[in-house]
Structures are given as structure tokens and as C-alpha cells.
């Protein structure tokens, strides 16, 4: 048996067969191995495409530049384990709609993920031949804590619960190797303490991890490869080479990729918004923005949210704390009512309660707009048709929903235009506009969704992870720019420095059990 894992010598890369296809990298890949016992972290803005590289999803030129030190076949064993975000679906209430439980598929099943066929019917339609090794399904369940969760709903699950979930269905498969890009984006302490145990110390497959130049590498790696455009920029041991991920570091965190001098400031942007000109003295008289008069969200008898009193009152800017699975993204759901108990008179909005007949969906959404994970998985899927850039901004005017992504440029009127122009200027996007939404970075994606959040001016900002894997200079720009503006702001959010500045929190504990103070960030 070889004793390597992944081995490269001098190898370009193409993403197809033609002979005029470009090459990923000017210059052929030296060399590049991952031994048997090593752990490695690709590292840096390009480390998912290098991924990419030793997964094998581009073409090596010559074809044997790219080797595989083979245990279990003759042919690769690769996983992917990319989290942008949660099961992809048609629309963002689809999670909460538990009637659906008895069609869809449980966590345990997609995790063994041996079912073939329609999963649209409550029978198994037919299974795969892959034999599923009982007794590292319940290792899995075990170290990645999803025992509890078995028997619940793949779709109902939360942003921290489904990562677990899908590096255990990965897992399950018994790759020889595993590739996991950002695998602690969007985690609380706990679950990264999890994800990371279980990655440092696993010994059936070789797991590569890709971190962003911001991230910690882990205890337990052995090697880093640090990447960028143009291909590898150093590698080697962790401790060989910990001098030069410093100076990177240093260098990234202090003056990476500064963006061009927008043309226009942010008080040209923010005085379109209809709230920017009202005195404060006009805005304390106004009705809360969003109150809870006790409000319990319950699954199946269980409840989630329990007794929650909470008011909101115009232009505050709310972080919402908690671990994952305290309810943070259903209590979310409430205000853009993709919720089936948002039509509950303990929810009260304006001023008014919301019963069903007093207002509807579409006028509750006009106000609102978000940027989260869901959304985010739901833009990249709908990107494959085409998508650009202009359009994926241009549909955030559409007033009725932040989850209609259909093609809207041509609707806009001439102040719309000019707005989005002036917003895509002062963000740095404005070269961007005519590539294809998928074709762009993770972090360009990220900040294409906020700003698309703010073009209909709402009233009400919704940023569920909106800044994770985004990279730091145009976090800050982002977050600089929410300083002064006039709306209402909610913010989920585990790390600090995605943390745009709140004046309050409110902190999930359990149901029944939570918090709320001011902000001191
Ligand atoms: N349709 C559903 N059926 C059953 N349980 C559900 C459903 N939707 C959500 N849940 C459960 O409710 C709890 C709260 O989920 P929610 O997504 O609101 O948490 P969260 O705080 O946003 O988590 P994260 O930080 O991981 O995104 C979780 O335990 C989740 O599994």
C-alpha cells in the first residue's frame, strides 16, 4: 500500500477537455502530498478551489500528476462536505411546515443515505446497495451528539444541527478521503468543540479541512497549505511553517485587499431610507416595532420558544444570541411570518396584533429584508440558470418576499437603478455586476446578499450569519455602514468580529430560560 493519500507532481489543472481550455494556474503544482497519519488544513482565499484540485474535480494535465495512495478500491473515494447552509428548498417556510413530516425524510435516514427514488411518498421506494456500517452510524450519532435528534426531520433541523448531520452522513460512507470546506462557520463554541474533536482525532478516513485566513488552525493539524490564485504560496509542517502563517496573517488582517474609494458616502445612501429624515423625538413616540406578549412556539407538543416577552422598539439594532437549536432562526421566522405561528395575537407588530385578516404576507414582507444561510443555498442553487450579479441585486426590490430571486432588472424604475448603482459603487461590487452569481467568491456572494437586503429600504433588517466567510475588509465596510442605519436590525451571530455593533441583545438559553440586556460590544 502506497503511503500517501493525495500526491501531485507537476500538474495543471483544467476545468474541461478542450485543448483551448484555460489552466486553473499559470504554472504546473510541483509537488503536493498528504501522508497517511497527517492532518492538513488548506489555507487562505482559495482554499476551495485547491480542494477542488485534490478532490479531483478539475482534469490533471498530464494525467498521472494527480495520484491517489488507494486503501479500499481502485478508484478515489472523495467526499465533499460543503456547508452553504441547510437543505436547499423552494421556499424558506418549507422548514416549518410540519405537516410535512410524515413525507419527508428523518435524520436518520439521511444520514445512512441509502434510499433511492422519489422521497416524495411515505414508503421506501428502493434502496442502494451500500451497506451501512451499523456500528459507525452509531459512533457518529454519538461523537457528533445527534442521538436526540435520530428521529426528527432532516428539513426542521438547524443550521448547527444539519452540519453535524452531513459530516456524519459523509463519514458514513467511508470515504478515503474527506474534504470539509469551512467547517466551523456558523457554529457555537460547543458544536466547533465537537466538529473539531471528532475531525483531530477520526482515523478512518483522511480529512483535509479549508480555512479562511482569519480562522484558527487547530490543535491537532500537522500540516498547512497555504493557497492563492496563482496556486500553493508555502506549505509544510505546522510548526515549520508557523512564521510565515503569522506574517500572512499579519499582513491580511492589516491591510488586505482594500477596496477602491467608493464615489459616494454613507449618508448618500442611507438618506433614501424613510426613516432616515424622522427626529428622534417622532421616533419614541412610535408603537414597538415588534413585541411578544408571551409567546410559546412549540414541534410536535415540544416546545422551543416558552413564554417569551420581548419588545422592540424602532431603529434598535438586536443581537440574538444562542446556541445552535435555541430557536433563534424560528424566532426569526415569526418576523417575516414564514412561520405557521406567526398568526398569533402575542405577536404583535406596529402596534397591532397580527391575527389572520388584519394583515398578510406579503405586507408583513414589504419591510423586511434578510440575508441568512437558507438564503444564501437557495441563490446558489438558482444561480445555475444563470443568475448574475445585477440580477441577483436587482431582486431585492421585489417587495413581496427576501426569498423571490426571479429577474427584476427590467422592472425597475430610474431611481431604482440608480440606487442599486449607487449602492453597488459605494460597496465595491459595481465590477461584478455581469458575472454569474455562482461564479463569484463565498465572501463576494455574502456581501452581494446584504446589499441586496438593503435596496428596497426596509424597515425592518433581518442578518442571520450574513457576515460569516466573508472576508475582513468588506465586513467592516458592511459593518461601519450599519452604524447609521435608520432601520430596525436583528443579527445572528456566533463570532465577535461578524458581530456588527447592536445596542441590545436577547439571549436564547432554553425554552422558557432566556435574556435580555443591553449590548456592550
Ligand atoms: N419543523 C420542525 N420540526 C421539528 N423541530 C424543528 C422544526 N424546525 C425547527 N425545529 C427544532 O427547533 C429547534 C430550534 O431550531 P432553530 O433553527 O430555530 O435554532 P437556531 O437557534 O436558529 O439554531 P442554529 O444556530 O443552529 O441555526 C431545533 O432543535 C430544531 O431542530
Known amino acids: 500500500m502506497a503511503n500517501f493519500i493525495v500526491r501531485i507532481n507537476n500538474g495543471l489543472f483544467k476545468s474541461s477537455l478542450q485543448r483551448s481550455a484555460p489552466t486553473l494556474y499559470s504554472k504546473p503544482i510541483k509537488h503536493f502530498e498528504i501522508g497517511l497519519q497527517e492532518k492538513w488544513v488548506i489555507w487562505g482565499a482559495e482554499k476551495a478551489k485547491f480542494l477542488d484540485v485534490i478532490g479531483n474535480k478539475f482534469l490533471p494535465e498530464p494525467p498521472l500528476s494527480l495520484e491517489y495512495g488507494l486503501k479500499k478500491g481502485s478508484f478515489p473515494r472523495v467526499e465533499f462536505v460543503k456547508f452553504s ?40 421506494v428502493s434502496k442502494t446497495s451500500r451497506k451501512v456500517d451499523l456500528n459507525l452510524y452509531s459512533e457518529l450519532l454519538r461523537d457528533l451528539k445527534l442521538e436526540a ?67 484558527q488552525i487547530p490543535e491537532w493539524c500537522t500540516h498547512v497549505c497555504c493557497v492563492d490564485e496563482n496556486g500553493i504560496v508555502f506549505q509544510g509542517r505546522k510548526h515549520e511553517v508557523k512564521e510565515l502563517i503569522d506574517e500572512t496573517r499579519k499582513r491580511y488582517t492589516s491591510h488586505n485587499k482594500v477596496a477602491k474609494e467608493p464615489e459616494y458616502q454613507i449618508k448618500d445612501l442611507v438618506s433614501r431610507h424613510p426613516l432616515a429624515q424622522v427626529p428622534h423625538h417622532e421616533i419614541i413616540k412610535m408603537p414597538s416595532a415588534f413585541e411578544l406578549k408571551g409567546l410559546t412556539v412549540s414541534y410536535k407538543g415540544e416546545p422551543v420558544l416558552k413564554d417569551l416577552h420581548w419588545k422592540v422598539t424602532p431603529k434598535s439594532k438586536w443581537h440574538v444570541k444562542g446556541d445552535n437549536g435555541t430557536g433563534k432562526s424560528t424566532l426569526l421566522s415569526l418576523l417575516t411570518a414564514d412561520h405557521p ?21 406579503f405586507t408583513i414582507n414589504r419591510g423586511v429584508s434578510m440575508s441568512s444561510p437558507e438564503l444564501h443555498a437557495i441563490f446558489v442553487k438558482n444561480s445555475r440558470n444563470g443568475l448574475t450579479v445585477l440580477e441577483a441585486l436587482a431582486s431585492g426590490f421585489q417587495e413581496n418576499s427576501s426569498n423571490n430571486f426571479l429577474p427584476y432588472h427590467s422592472n425597475l424604475s430610474k431611481g431604482q437603478r440608480e440606487t442599486l448603482k449607487i449602492f453597488a459603487n459605494y ?36 442578518l442571520d450569519e450574513a457576515f460569516s466567510a466573508m472576508e475582513t475588509e468588506p465586513r467592516q465596510r458592511c459593518h461601519e455602514f450599519l452604524e447609521y442605519w435608520p432601520g430596525t436590525v436583528f443579527v445572528v451571530s456566533h463570532v465577535p468580529e461578524e458581530t456588527p455593533r447592536c445596542d441590545h441583545y436577547l439571549r436564547l438559553i432554553s425554552p422558557g430560560h432566556y435574556e435580555i440586556g443591553d449590548d456592550t460590544l
Not at 470546506?181 to 479549508?210: K, Q
Open 85 to 124: 447552509g441547510v437543505i436547499p428548498t423552494a421556499h424558506l417556510s418549507a422548514r416549518y411546515e410540519y405537516f410535512k413530516d410524515d413525507f419527508d425524510q428523518t435524520c436518520e435516514k439521511f444520514i445512512k443515505d441509502n434510499t433511492a427514488g422519489s422521497l416524495a411518498v411515505d414508503y421506501e
Open 149 to 215: 435528534l435520530e428521529h426528527r426531520w432532516a428539513m426542521g433541523l438547524s443550521n448547527g444541527q444539519m452540519r453535524r448531520a452531513r459530516l456524519a452522513r459523509s463519514l458514513l460512507k467511508e470515504p478515503d478521503l474527506t474534504l470539509l470546506d469551512d467547517p466551523f462557520l456558523g457554529l457555537d463554541p460547543g458544536a466547533t468543540d465537537t466538529i473539531s474533536n471528532l475531525i483531530g482525532s477520526y482515523s478512518r478516513s483522511c480529512i483535509v479541512i479549508g480555512l479562511r485566513y482569519q480562522d
Open 341 to 361: 405561528q406567526s398568526w398569533n395575537s402575542r405577536v404583535v407588530e406596529d402596534g397591532k396584533p397580527r391575527k389572520t385578516g388584519s394583515t398578510d404576507y
Open 427 to 462: 460597496f465595491g461590487i459595481d465590477a461584478l455586476l455581469s458575472r454569474k452569481f455562482e461564479d463569484i467568491s463565498v465572501s463576494d456572494q455574502k456581501l452581494v446578499l446584504f446589499v441586496r437586503c438593503l435596496l428596497k429600504m426596509p424597515k425592518t433588517l433581518i
